[in-house]
């Protein structure tokens, strides 16, 4: 669902401020990086078939999270029409990831 939600058009996707960093993509990225970021955590922590991931289940979410949002970033660039890559929505991705971070934190460990 996230890979075919950031790989739409930007015509489809409606501009909400003048400001690219606090656009309505960008914080859509931002929003869906850390929910997927949290529901990744709790996911590896709930699963005992790999003792070493759950172990590292914040180190490995971030991980995997970050580099998911920056192939889709690479993805938009090279591969699809009507969409480039931009450093912004790979930045909102990775705050996100953080973001997801602490909320899994102050919600099951603090």
């Known amino acids: 669902m996230i ?3 950031t790989l739409l058009p930007s015509t489809s996707m409606p501009s909400l401020s003048a400001w690219e960093l606090f656009s309505f993509d960008s914080f859509a990225h931002f929003f869906v ?3 997927l970021t949290f529901l990744m955590i709790v ?3 709930k699963q005992y078939t790999y003792p070493r991931l759950r172990h590292y289940a914040i180190r490995s979410a971030f991980l995997i999270c970050s580099m998911y949002g920056v192939l889709i970033e690479f993805i ?10 931009d450093v ?3 930045l909102a991705d990775t705050i996100g990831c ?3 971070i602490v909320l899994f934190k102050w919600v099951y460990i603090w």
């Open 76 to 85: 938009q660039h090279f591969l699809v029409y009507g969409r480039q890559g």
């Open 33 to 35: 990086f850390a929910v």
């Open 88 to 90: 912004i929505d790979a």
């Open 3 to 5: 890979m075919l939600t």
């Open 98 to 100: 953080l973001v997801g």
């Open 43 to 45: 996911g590896l922590i």
